[in-house]
């Protein structure tokens, strides 16, 4: 088990959203969030990128078609995830 640099927050709309997905999904997804939690910086992930527009300040994290929105806290080390939602309705 790598270090935590980062605490990973979930929203209550995460969470709910995680309950519905079946299991490989949902574990697929915590082990991607758990990679960014050892990271000293994870925007600078390989499936982290920046959103722009209304969205500007948040982050989306691919994991295969789902996009995992959420913002740094870079001085309390946390990293807020906002919602969860398949590709074609993220944005």
Sequence with gaps: MQRKIWK???????LKYLKKLE??????VLD???ELEGLNNPTLHKDVRPLTGRLR????LRVSELRI?????????????HLIV??????
């Design 32 to 34: 991607r969030l758990e």
């Design 57 to 60: 300040g948040f982050y989306r």
């Design 86 to 91: 398949p590709r074609g309705n993220a944005y």
């Design 23 to 28: 299991k490989k999904k949902t574990q697929r």
């Design 8 to 14: 990973i927050e979930l929203s209550k709309e995460t």
């Design 69 to 81: 929105i959420f913002e740094l806290d870079v001085r309390n080390k946390r990293i807020g995830v």
